[in-house]
Structure formats: structure tokens, C-alpha cells
């Protein structure tokens, strides 16, 4: 793996990475194997290679399901019409 795509990899969703990495062995498995130059073989071959790009894809540029979650969104309080004010005189 590339240092930028490991770079990238960091920040990205533990799930993608193994999904990468399973998708790398299973594409090299295919690519080595002795049946490799089937026609069966090299469809499936094609469709593992998609399969990688389109998660390195997803990688690089992810959904906003798939962002990284560590940074907390700031929560305003809601202003009473009064302000912050307790009203202890009552």
C-alpha cells in the first residue's frame, strides 16, 4: 500500500480498511492462481479490481455516513425569552 493511500486509510473507517484488504487478497489469490487466464477467471478478476478501486474511492471521498465521528458538534443552549436568568423572587 502507497504511503498517501495509508495516509488516507488512517483517517478513514476501520471497516473500509478491511474491506480493502480482504478485497487486495482475494484479487491476488485470483490474479496467482493457476486458472487465472480463464475467461471466468479475468471477469472475476475485472470485478475484484472495481471492487478495490471503488473502496479506495470511497476512501478518499467519504459520505457523510462514513466520516470519521471524533469531532463533537458544539451544543448551544436554548435561550429562555428572559435569558439565562432564574427568577428567585416568586
Request: one cysteine or more; aromatic letters at 2%.
Amino acid at each position: 500500500m502507497s504511503t498517501a493511500l495509508s495516509a488516507i486509510a488512517s483517517g478513514s473507517s476501520g471497516a473500509l480498511q478491511a474491506e480493502l484488504q480482504k478485497a487486495q487478497r482475494e484479487l491476488s489469490a485470483c490474479v496467482n492462481c493457476e486458472s487465472a487466464k480463464t475467461s471466468s477467471a479475468q471477469t472475476h478478476i475485472a470485478t475484484l479490481r472495481a471492487e478495490v478501486q471503488g473502496i479506495e474511492q470511497r476512501m478518499k471521498n467519504p459520505s457523510p455516513a462514513e466520516a470519521p465521528q471524533g469531532v463533537a458538534t458544539p451544543v448551544t443552549p436554548a435561550l429562555s425569552p428572559l435569558g439565562n436568568f432564574l427568577d428567585v423572587y416568586a
